[in-house]
């Protein structure tokens, strides 16, 4: 596959991890930088305008200055003014590229804002909002991320992306859903394929993608020259390695096992404990764990129970329990199937697919 290329800007993999508020902060970022094969990592989406008006300092630009590059930042606003020196700002930064927001269907963006998807029903506005923040970037790649339109009645994608083309932007992401449509119904891939038809820039895919074979899919279908990721990020931030793997027709690394995940789960609570103090850290901890462990055994319970720590060392604990049971599990199956305990350790080592399917296998 070609390189992905956002203005002057090569990407090692064409593969993308998307802006997603309340999640990629400093802390996931950087997990994402260790599991690797990410080609560009962004930010959670930044208010313009509120950062300009000084309403608030943007904690979501925090470690922004120092993170290692590539690094993406998104703004979202109405106003081409505040966006034209939120950019000026974020060149200072010496941000890799900056992503202006033409997708979220939140109410509070759409409606009082004026924001987010509602900029889908005017193209020309979206090309203001575009060449404001080419002239504010500068050398900086700006590129946008959209969805298919507002609703059904108004997929207004094509119009859009040329309108972004034709102000300065180096690529654009289509989100292959209407605003109305939420999550509620699969990506549209034959709409993405229009928009990626009807530009010259790359159109970078996006829409549930959950493993290599859909990443795969969905470029082939699309004819898009990049992928980007969210959700499925969040419950495997190792999914851009096996991705990028894919993308070269090279194996994967294999996904870390349930002792690897649960390691990893308790050095991101200690991550965001050091940078967020306790019990605050142990709050937005929650919301990756009830992810994390999704697919393994007793997720379910675990689930409840760790949406409910009250702090760190509660979190520990409820972690470690669930560890041991799901060791416990695995080594029982193991010595029932294989009937040679010899084979256990390497048992409880198991990935959480292979704790699944040896769980359903006992269950048939
Ligand atoms: C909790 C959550 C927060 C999100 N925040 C943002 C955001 O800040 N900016 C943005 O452009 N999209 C945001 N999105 C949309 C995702 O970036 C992505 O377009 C969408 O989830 C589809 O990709 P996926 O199927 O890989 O999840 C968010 C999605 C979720 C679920």
């Given amino acids: 596959m070609p390189p992905l290329v956002l203005g ?4 090692a993999t064409p593969v993308l991890s998307a802006p997603v508020a309340g999640f990629t902060d400093l802390v996931y970022r950087g997990i994402l930088r260790e599991f690797g094969g990410c080609g560009l990592i962004f930010t959670e989406m930044v208010s313009a305008g509120g950062w300009i008006l000084g309403k608030f300092a943007p904690d979501r630009l925090a470690g922004v200055r120092e993170e290692p590059r590539p690094l993406g930042v998104q703004l979202w606003d109405r106003e081409p003014d505040y966006v034209r020196e939120a950019a000026a700002r974020l060149r200072d930064y010496q941000i890799s590229v900056i ?3 033409f997708g979220c269907p939140k109410r509070r963006i759409m409606g009082k804002q004026g924001a987010g998807a509602t900029l889908l029903r005017d193209p020309w506005a979206v090309g203001r909002i ?3 923040a080419v002239a504010g970037a500068g050398p900086i790649p700006v590129t946008a991320k959209i969805r298919l339109g507002p609703s059904l009645e108004e997929t207004t994608a094509v119009e859009v992306a040329r ?3 034709a102000n300065g932007a180096a690529a654009v992401t289509v989100h292959g859903r209407t605003a109305e449509q939420a999550y509620g119904e699969p990506v549209d891939l034959a709409m993405i394929a229009r928009v990626a038809a009807a530009v010259s820039i790359p159109v970078i895919a996006n829409g549930d993608v959950d ?3 859909s990443a795969v899919r969905t470029l082939a279908a699309t004819g898009a020259a990049g992928i980007m990721v969210a959700r499925a990020a969040l419950v495997r931030p190792w999914i851009f390695r096996e991705i ?7 194996a994967p690394l294999p996904p870390p096992t349930v002792r690897e995940q649960t390691a990893q789960l308790l050095r991101h609570h200690a991550a965001l404990v050091d940078r967020h103090g306790d019990p605050w850290g142990t709050v ?3 919301k990756f764990a009830c992810r994390y462990m999704t697919g393994v055994p007793g997720s379910a319970e675990f689930r409840s129970a760790i949406s409910r720590a009250k702090d760190a060392d509660d979190f520990r604990r409820i972690v470690e329990g669930f560890a041991a049971g799901v060791a416990a599990d695995a080594c029982a199956a193991t010595a029932g199937v294989a009937g040679d305990g010899g084979f256990a350790d390497e048992e409880c080592s198991a990935t959480p697919a292979a704790v699944s399917a040896r769980a359903a296998d006992r269950a048939s």
Avoid: I, P
Avoid at 8 to 11: A, Q, R, S, V
Avoid at 244 to 250: I, Q, V
């Fill in 211 to 213: 493993d290599a074979s």
């Fill in 99 to 101: 992503d202006l927001n």
């Fill in 8 to 11: 002057t800007l090569e990407l």
């Fill in 130 to 132: 575009v060449s404001a």
């Fill in 284 to 286: 937005q901890m929650r």
């Fill in 163 to 165: 309108s972004a083309e």
């Fill in 244 to 250: 990028a793997a894919a993308l070269c027709g090279e």
